[in-house]
């Protein structure tokens, strides 16, 4: 198992992108240095956008994707935006309210405030910003390798209704609604999306990985 820190998220240098594709780039990159055959590509988010991006311009380099919480397109509301050049922190701590259930607020907002803001608010807006001017309506019919797309039953930051979309037009795909989760299923309900997350890879062809 290999976790990528972007340019500028994590433990890596460097500045963030404000285009999925460029950091598509990058992610290629990685897999080809770290000698990286046939990954399962799994990504959250920004990250679901570029898992659907590596698989629209690279192919079955991968041997499967993972989108979780994404969509072809994912807007970002203007008051974001502007919020994260003017007012970071208080923008910061909305978003992170509204990425949970009401009923994780208290146990998860704080925690996921505390790793965005760890993140420059110039790179967060170029994050925000490249998922703002997403759009692969034309190209995600193209997606020929097995993907499992997942979402919280409710999520309010990229809503099922996106999800539904991406399984119902990329041949083959299934579909997971996390029951009790948000934006961040992984965290909000760990052991149903670990489970849906292993059935899946166990479901894979042997010669695919």
Not at 60 to 69: C, L
Not at 99 to 121: D, Q
Not at 157 to 178: C, D
Request: charged share 20%; with cysteine.
């Amino acid at each position: 198992i290999a976790a990528l820190d972007l340019p500028g998220h994590g433990q890596s240098e460097g500045n963030g992108e404000s285009d999925v594709f460029a950091y598509v780039a990058i992610v290629e990159k990685f897999i080809k240095t770290a000698r990286i055959l046939k990954p399962v590509l799994i990504g959250h988010s920004l990250g679901a956008a570029i898992c659907l991006g590596f698989a629209i311009r690279y192919g079955d380099s991968a041997a499967a994707i993972v989108p979780v919480g994404g969509g072809v397109k994912m807007p970002v509301n203007a008051l974001i935006l502007d919020g994260l050049k003017n007012d970071p922190d208080s923008t910061i701590a909305m978003i992170a309210k509204f990425s949970v259930t009401k009923t994780n607020r208290e146990k998860y907002a704080g925690l996921i405030t505390e790793a965005i803001s760890r993140v420059s608010p110039e790179i967060i807006h170029g994050d925000f910003t490249a998922c703002n001017r997403l759009d692969l309506t034309e190209k995600i019919s193209g997606i020929t390798i097995p993907t499992l797309v997942i979402c919280g039953n409710e999520d309010k930051m990229t809503p099922p209704v996106f999800s539904e979309y991406l399984s119902n037009n990329i041949p083959g795909a299934k579909l997971s609604l996390i029951p009790e989760a948000g934006h961040f299923a992984m965290l909000e309900n760990p052991k149903e999306f670990n489970n849906t997350l292993a059935n899946f890879v166990n479901s894979l062809p042997t010669g695919a990985l």
